[in-house]
């Protein structure tokens, strides 16, 4: 039995046993969201019959967590926070019995700071994982290191093994986990399945390797506990192995214990770094494919799940859990609203004090209003009026070329100015991105006025998504030198070839084919036709009418076909590209159909939802022999009726140019039907060998 519980604005679903759980242990729990940029406190009210409160605040990115006494240490995108408890024993603040406020913040610059602890001096402790090692903070420098795996030859800020994980041993940093143990740059990233490992620290040998993205290392009653993430197990290291206690259903990472429990945190495979992994199989063979996300307390003797909690979206994924004991309701103060300028604590003094000034003193503030630190970019930033309107244009500007970190589909809108065809959150393109980003950018007085962005591909390859230089910086080989340093880094990480699909136009044409040219790229070639209609027009088409769908053949929605009834459909032979996806989610269920004879599928027409107003006509098969009189045009021609009625005005598809039926089915009926059709060109990028220079992408100027 769940229960559904709301916070200040999360609804979340836990298990009925899951509050009583935590007034019983007497703990509560803090845990973290980079995603959704979010601190969540989860206790419970003080009545008999304990309901649970979730607490929430906003901050960039936060990571770690660890807890120290009445202080909780956190890792964000650039700051170390230490916030501090404010309340005496005993003194509540809106019904929560710690008030954790932001006390002291150290500035690390975007590290991509992971697991932070403190060490027996009381100093933080973080995960460096952009520089793979672990770090202090020290005065006059943004951190300094004081460990890197023996692997790692030189600090660089190019992720090398995605260090990620720090366990404690009596207060002493002692084993560390990471994707891979090799120095080269990124080259975790072929090595998610099996090339994990666990560091000795003191003496750098590999304590377990065959980890998949292991994380959370955690010494606990004798043994070293860690998660498994790719495989979504949590267990321990024994003799160099590791040992699984239980499967999770979701990407593992986070592990804090309490009364002979062990709480994980769970996330769903969104992300691109999540595909293809052991766990993905597992979850698809369940038929829970993405996961949960949420938290789930395990019983270490047993290895079974006794309480749980599921949290919306948007939060999709979790990084760190601690346990704050002897809580029961903890809160935070965040970085927004009126109580962290106004509410302050004098020692010696118990109670809470609100300064309110009447006026502002000095000159009031005339410059524009800033974001406070540490808060996360809004999702839709307005950018100023005249952007780089400082940047000098002149001719003898040194363009600097350099990698553009960790970027995702999540944190784009910085940069969506830069992006063509557009990568603006909410945009069709960003909505198809599933692998791995890599970005290069060109720089101008520390100014960005060029970016190119590439997505990995499951088979090693690379597909070019953006390119865009600011206006004011064009005709000046900026396009060219983007894209030449771009394939150069590519193929020096072993990703090739780099591939480009386009929609052609006479203007893309004129302006980038020439640089495809210049650089050796192959001739571009049409390889779908594209599709547009209004879904008004399309449903006054009379196929339906024309050609009846007849007994013993019906139709039914997609969703109402049994589990058997979906296998049946799989097995009928139709080509790859127009299988019915594993995700039936994904399916726009006021359009798809299923072509039923006696009850068994022999055709369908499926379509997924692209935006409020469109839908993308994704697949259209019949079965070989079932294809008499126009069935096909029929099985359209009503998902047409029904997306009209649902109100869904524009319908696109593409047609591959190897699929003769489609092409002469558009060509005989559908065409005169339709506001545009186009093409869509693919090409790709000629082996790196013939290139006539390999220039540095690490941060090379030119003028």
């Given at each position: 039995?769940?229960?559904?519980?709301?916070?200040?604005?999360?609804?979340?679903?836990?298990?009925?046993?899951?509050?009583?759980?935590?007034?019983?242990?007497?703990?509560?729990?803090?845990?973290?969201?980079?995603?959704?940029?979010?601190?969540?406190?989860?206790?419970?009210?003080?009545?008999?019959?304990?309901?649970?409160?979730?607490?929430?605040?906003?901050?960039?990115?936060?990571?770690?967590?660890?807890?120290?006494?009445?202080?909780?240490?956190?890792?964000?995108?650039?700051?170390?926070?230490?916030?501090?408890?404010?309340?005496?024993?005993?003194?509540?603040?809106?019904?929560?019995?710690?008030?954790?406020?932001?006390?002291?913040?150290?500035?690390?610059?975007?590290?991509?700071?992971?697991?932070?602890?403190?060490?027996?001096?009381?100093?933080?402790?973080?995960?460096?994982?952009?520089?793979?090692?672990?770090?202090?903070?020290?005065?006059?420098?943004?951190?300094?290191?004081?460990?890197?795996?023996?692997?790692?030859?030189?600090?660089?800020?190019?992720?090398?093994?995605?260090?990620?994980?720090?366990?404690?041993?009596?207060?002493?940093?002692?084993?560390?986990?990471?994707?891979?143990?090799?120095?080269?740059?990124?080259?975790?990233?072929?090595?998610?399945?099996?090339?994990?490992?666990?560091?000795?620290?003191?003496?750098?040998?590999?304590?377990?390797?065959?980890?998949?993205?292991?994380?959370?290392?955690?010494?606990?009653?004798?043994?070293?506990?860690?998660?498994?993430?790719?495989?979504?197990?949590?267990?321990?290291?024994?003799?160099?192995?590791?040992?699984?206690?239980?499967?999770?259903?979701?990407?593992?990472?986070?592990?804090?214990?309490?009364?002979?429990?062990?709480?994980?945190?769970?996330?769903?495979?969104?992300?691109?770094?999540?595909?293809?992994?052991?766990?993905?199989?597992?979850?698809?063979?369940?038929?829970?494919?993405?996961?949960?996300?949420?938290?789930?307390?395990?019983?270490?003797?047993?290895?079974?799940?006794?309480?749980?909690?599921?949290?919306?979206?948007?939060?999709?994924?979790?990084?760190?859990?601690?346990?704050?004991?002897?809580?029961?309701?903890?809160?935070?103060?965040?970085?927004?609203?009126?109580?962290?300028?106004?509410?302050?604590?004098?020692?010696?003094?118990?109670?809470?004090?609100?300064?309110?000034?009447?006026?502002?003193?000095?000159?009031?503030?005339?410059?524009?209003?800033?974001?406070?630190?540490?808060?996360?970019?809004?999702?839709?930033?307005?950018?100023?009026?005249?952007?780089?309107?400082?940047?000098?244009?002149?001719?003898?500007?040194?363009?600097?070329?350099?990698?553009?970190?960790?970027?995702?589909?999540?944190?784009?809108?910085?940069?969506?100015?830069?992006?063509?065809?557009?990568?603006?959150?909410?945009?069709?393109?960003?909505?198809?991105?599933?692998?791995?980003?890599?970005?290069?950018?060109?720089?101008?007085?520390?100014?960005?006025?060029?970016?190119?962005?590439?997505?990995?591909?499951?088979?090693?390859?690379?597909?070019?998504?953006?390119?865009?230089?600011?206006?004011?910086?064009?005709?000046?080989?900026?396009?060219?030198?983007?894209?030449?340093r771009l394939m150069v880094f590519l193929a020096k990480e072993g990703i090739a070839p780099l591939t480009l699909r386009y929609k052609a136009s006479p203007d893309l044409r004129t302006c980038f084919e020439p640089i495809l040219t210049r650089l050796g790229w192959s001739q571009p070639r049409t390889d779908f036709v594209l599709l547009e209609g209004r879904s008004?027009?399309?449903?006054?088409?009379?196929?339906?009418?024309?050609?009846?769908?007849?007994?013993?053949?019906?139709?039914?929605?997609?969703?109402?076909?049994?589990?058997?009834?979906?296998?049946?459909?799989?097995?009928?032979?139709?080509?790859?590209?127009?299988?019915?996806?594993?995700?039936?989610?994904?399916?726009?269920?006021?359009?798809?159909?299923?072509?039923?004879?006696?009850?068994?599928?022999?055709?369908?027409?499926?379509?997924?939802?692209?935006?409020?107003?469109?839908?993308?006509?994704?697949?259209?098969?019949?079965?070989?022999?079932?294809?008499?009189?126009?069935?096909?045009?029929?099985?359209?021609?009503?998902?047409?009726?029904?997306?009209?009625?649902?109100?869904?005005?524009?319908?696109?598809?593409?047609?591959?140019?190897?699929?003769?039926?489609?092409?002469?089915?558009?060509?005989?009926?559908?065409?005169?039907?339709?506001?545009?059709?186009?093409?869509?060109?693919?090409?790709?990028?000629?082996?790196?060998?013939?290139?006539?220079?390999?220039?540095?992408?690490?941060?090379?100027?030119?003028?």
């Open positions: 039995m769940r229960n559904h519980q709301a916070s200040e604005s999360v609804s979340i679903a836990a298990s009925s046993g899951l509050a009583s759980w935590l007034r019983e242990v007497n703990v509560s729990l803090a845990f973290s969201t980079y995603r959704a940029n979010r601190l969540l406190l989860l206790g419970t009210d003080a009545t008999d019959k304990p309901q649970l409160k979730l607490n929430e605040r906003l901050f960039d990115r936060p990571m770690g967590l660890f807890v120290n006494g009445e202080s909780l240490w956190m890792a964000a995108r650039c700051q170390l926070w230490r916030l501090d408890n404010l309340l005496a024993p005993g003194q509540l603040h809106e019904g929560g019995d710690r008030l954790y406020v932001p006390a002291a913040s150290f500035t690390t610059g975007e590290v991509n700071a992971h697991e932070i602890v403190l060490g027996a001096d009381d100093q933080p402790i973080f995960v460096n994982t952009a520089f793979s090692c672990l770090a202090t903070v020290a005065p006059r420098c943004s951190f300094a290191p004081t460990w890197a795996p023996p692997f790692i030859t030189q600090f660089a800020g190019d992720d090398r093994c995605h260090l990620n994980g720090l366990a404690l041993k009596d207060g002493l940093p002692t084993w560390a986990t990471a994707f891979c143990s090799s120095g080269d740059p990124s080259s975790w990233r072929a090595q998610r399945s099996a090339g994990g490992v666990v560091i000795h620290i003191p003496s750098g040998e590999l304590a377990a390797t065959g980890l998949a993205m292991p994380h959370s290392p955690r010494w606990h009653d004798g043994k070293l506990w860690l998660l498994n993430s790719g495989t979504g197990e949590l267990g321990w290291i024994e003799d160099g192995q590791f040992r699984a206690l239980c499967n999770l259903p979701g990407f593992v990472r986070g592990l804090a214990f309490a009364a002979g429990c062990a709480v994980v945190g769970l996330s769903k495979l969104r992300s691109p770094e999540f595909t293809g992994l052991p766990l993905e199989e597992r979850l698809n063979a369940a038929r829970n494919p993405g996961g949960c996300c949420g938290l789930r307390v395990i019983d270490l003797a047993s290895g079974e799940i006794v309480h749980s909690l599921d949290l919306p979206d948007p939060i999709d994924e979790l990084f760190d859990v601690a346990v704050l004991p002897g809580v029961r309701q903890p809160r935070a103060l965040g970085l927004q609203g009126e109580e962290i300028d106004c509410l302050v604590k004098i020692p010696d003094q118990p109670e809470l004090l609100h300064v309110r000034p009447m006026a502002p003193s000095g000159k009031p503030h005339q410059g524009p209003t800033l974001r406070p630190f540490g808060l996360p970019q809004p999702s839709t930033p307005t950018p100023p009026a005249e952007s780089h309107n400082d940047t000098p244009t002149s001719p003898g500007t040194p363009i600097r070329y350099q990698r553009v970190f960790h970027l995702t589909p999540a944190n784009l809108a910085p940069y969506a100015e830069l992006t063509f065809p557009s990568l603006a959150a909410g945009s069709t393109a960003i909505t198809r991105i599933k692998g791995e980003l890599l970005g290069l950018s060109a720089m101008a007085s520390g100014v960005m006025v060029g970016l190119a962005i590439a997505e990995r591909q499951a088979d090693g390859s690379a597909q070019l998504l953006s390119l865009k230089v600011d206006v004011r910086w064009r005709r000046r080989g900026i396009g060219t030198g983007l894209l030449q008004h027009q399309l449903a006054a088409i009379d196929w339906a009418d024309r050609f009846p769908i007849a007994t013993p053949y019906r139709l039914l929605p997609w969703h109402q076909l049994s589990e058997m009834q979906v296998n049946q459909a799989r097995a009928l032979g139709a080509p790859t590209e127009l299988q019915p996806p594993v995700d039936q989610r994904e399916l726009e269920p006021a359009i798809s159909l299923a072509l039923l004879h006696h009850d068994a599928p022999v055709g369908w027409v499926l379509a997924h939802r692209t935006g409020a107003g469109s839908v993308r006509y994704s697949s259209l098969f019949v079965a070989t022999n079932h294809r008499g009189r126009a069935r096909a045009l029929s099985l359209l021609a009503e998902g047409f009726r029904r997306q009209n009625a649902a109100a869904i005005p524009t319908a696109r598809a593409a047609i591959d140019r190897r699929n003769a039926a489609m092409l002469r089915l558009l060509k005989r009926h559908l065409g005169v039907h339709l506001i545009a059709i186009g093409h869509s060109r693919r090409c790709q990028s000629p082996p790196i060998k013939s290139l006539q220079a390999t220039p540095n992408t690490s941060g090379s100027t030119e003028r």
